[in-house]
């Protein structure tokens, strides 16, 4: 990986584009730190200390790499934008029209991305919105004297202009990451969820230092540090083991020239739905929460609510979020791999699958091997998910922050990896270039 970098840094080309990369992501960061206007800064680092967050709030605090909680113009960060793509990307399967766009190639997926863009910005609004008025009712801070103080000036006009402000943001964030698709080196949204989630890091782990009881806390920051390891060793095995089913294209001649007869396969990969499933679980455990919270009900299924699935460290809490991520997984895979289009495709081009006729045949063995890696690639999210909650409560508390939790870690090592294989891609592509000149 350093050696990729090193390379990429000599050709001059690519140090442009890693440089302007650099660029934007100091851009990104610095918007992170900038308080909207309307919020006092001082109160609301007053409060941070004291802050709590789990469930959805504590993952779009994450994914705006710490600035939800400090208010900024950045605060909602790259959340609106990936809920947006999966909300495309599950109408594409509902809605007969966004189907046919996916299909069209790159002018239909022009369209999609501009439907991306339009729900990004709505989505947006409204995560303002429910920001900025639990701000203001002093819920964002449940633990602090002064939480109900951080916005001042309570008046409709402030409360409007907080909203357009971080509106913007998300647009500017979303442009940013666009910059980095088009001018720097590809996955700009990607990447900056990468440094979103990296930059929560540092403080997380000072923070278990701070607050260790054993040799000043080195031992639990040692001991957090090594279950790091061993997790990003964990999600890099799995993420690149694949199933690899073959696939042979028979020989045809058209005139006197002959096609096909090559061999290929198609990598189904362990980890078929990637992160999706955890933040699926995540958002729905946080609406019974949610509902409690703004009820102010003393009712029997309010209390056994905040009973169970507030703290994130009850047994029916761990029970429910498991099951759910391993239905979740299933669903995803569900409606993002159609094995009888794939079995169509292969059949129109002459492929077929080794000892399985072409047509029906093969969508029922793709559906059929599909469905026997998910069950270890849905397990393996579950529990991966679970080591923050197990790992903490080692630690006398359990929180959804914790630094290498299982939907951070899946993050940094899925665009790492990526990002590296695109690195070496065009790496290779300028030495074969210098091989032909």
Known sequence: MLTAFAQAFKTPDLRKKLLFTLG????????????????????????IDQADSGGLLGLMQMFSGGALLQ????ALGIMPYITASIILQLLTVVIPRLEALKKEGQSGTAKITQYTRYLTVALAVLQGTGLVATARSG?????????????????????????LTMTAGTAAVMWLGELITDRGIGNGMSILMFISIAATFPGALWAIRVSGKLADGWIEFGTVILIGFVMVGLVVFVEQAQRRVPVQYAKRMIGRRSYGGTSTYIPLKVNQAGVIPVIFASSLLYIPALIVQFSASNAGWANWIRKHFESGNHPYYIATYFVLIVFFAFFYVAISFNPDEVADNMKKYGGFIPGIRAGRPTAEYLSYVLNRITWPGSLYLGLIALV??????????????????????????????ETVKQIESQLQQRNYEGFLR
Not at 148 to 160: C, E, G, L, R, W
Not at 398 to 407: D, I, R, S, Y
């Open 24 to 47: 934007i992501i100091v851009i990104y960061r610095l918007g992170a730190h900038v308080p909207a206007p309307g919020v006092d800064y001082v109160k609301v680092q007053q409060c």
């Open 71 to 74: 208010i900024t113009i950045f």
């Open 139 to 163: 819920a964002l801070f449940q633990n602090c004297s002064v939480g109900d103080q951080i916005v001042a000036d309570k008046s409709v006009f402030t409360t409007v202009i907080m909203v």
């Open 388 to 417: 923050p909650t197990m790992a903490l409560a080692a630690f006398g508390g359990a929180n959804q922050n914790f630094p290498f939790g299982g939907t951070s870690i899946l993050i940094i090592v899925g665009v790492g990896l």
